[in-house]
């Protein structure tokens, strides 16, 4: 695990403890995403507060859920994937759509396909999509708003899966009905 503490609201430094506190009390556990981030407060609250952010973007859960886990999806984050999918299973969505996202497969909803094509395009291509991808997307349905939370959900992907990447970080047994594997590693297994 690269060395990373899993901090609890006992181990976690000062800036981070109440927070840490207040999710293990809230959730009966503290994910080991959060557990990792209270090494650095800052970050932790960052992340929060992009997180708290993208719930206002205009975009409604579904969307946001289909943004995080595409993200996540293309950068490999098993973590993620398997707590989105969770978090979306808590909240009543759609999970033949996030079943779809997670296996990087055509969503049966135009509109939906395009968010995950365009958010799949943005991570790809490290933000420089193309005048056609933009304007796909908006003859959507969607608007330049949305091309704009798109990225603030991609951002906001980054911070936690690199950090996942880097802390390789355990998937807590809350989200381990969703577990989920890379296609990477899927296929090494294999070979």
């Not at 943004?67 to 098993?78: L, P």
């Not at 999918?85 to 009543?92: A, F, L, M, P, V």
């Not at 049966?108 to 395009?114: C, G, I, R, S, V």
């Not at 047994?173 to 989920?180: D, G, L, M, R, T």
């Amino acid at each position: 695990m690269a060395n990373f503490t899993l901090h609890t609201p006992s181990t976690a430094p000062e800036g981070a403890r109440d927070f840490i506190a207040g999710v293990e009390k809230k959730m009966g556990f503290v994910p080991s995403l959060y557990a990792v981030f209270a090494e650095n407060p800052t970050v932790l609250n960052a992340y929060t507060q992009l997180s708290d952010q993208l719930a206002k973007s205009g975009l409604t859960p579904l969307e946001q859920q289909i943004v995080t886990i595409t993200a996540s999806v293309e950068n490999e984050c098993h973590f993620c994937v398997a707590a989105h999918t969770t978090i979306s299973e808590g909240q009543g969505l759609d999970l033949t759509v996030i079943d779809a996202v997670r296996e990087d497969r055509p969503i049966a909803d135009p509109k939906l396909e395009a968010l995950r094509i365009f958010t799949k395009k943005v991570v790809i291509d490290r933000g420089f999509v193309s005048d056609t991808d933009v304007d796909a997307f908006l003859a959507s349905g969607y608007d330049r708003s949305a091309v704009l939370a798109v990225i603030l959900g991609v951002s906001l992907k980054v911070i936690s899966n690199y950090t996942n990447h880097v802390a390789e970080t355990p998937v807590n047994e809350a989200f381990q009905k969703h577990a989920w594997t890379p296609k990477s590693k899927r296929e090494t297994v294999a070979a």
